[in-house]
Nanobody, 120 residues
């Protein structure tokens, strides 16, 4: 089994910054893609950003130039640096990881979610 634990959400003013972290632990042989998704009330679950084990990144158009995803493979941790936060960014942010376990099983795991609120 694998667990993803997120941290770093909270309340920030428009234009402010937050950094989310997500640490994976458990029976991990390798993590392929790690990513961040978000879901706001009344809106669809959407990909915010993803990163491969080699460091290739992908971003939603709405966050390009403002958010930066990174990862520490040695720590099985992914980060999301969010700058210039806007009123449309508030949501529950979820960490996601595609994991190959020591048992050779492959599975997708999700974190519990962390709330990001942008308000003056």
């Amino acid at each position: 089994q694998v667990q993803l634990v997120e941290s770093g959400g909270g309340l920030v003013q428009p234009g402010g910054s937050l950094r989310l972290s997500c640490a994976a632990s458990g029976s991990i042989f390798r993590i392929n893609i790690m990513g961040w998704y978000r879901q706001a009330p009344g809106k669809q679950h959407e990909l915010v950003a993803s990163i491969t084990s080699g460091g290739r990144t992908n971003y939603a158009d709405s966050v390009k130039g403002r958010f930066t995803i990174s990862r520490d493979n040695a720590k099985n941790t992914v980060y999301l640096q969010m700058n210039s936060l806007r009123p449309e960014d508030p949501a529950v942010y979820y960490c996601n990881a595609d994991v190959v376990e020591y048992s050779s099983d492959y599975a997708e795991y999700w974190g519990q979610g962390t709330q990001v609120t942008v308000s003056s």
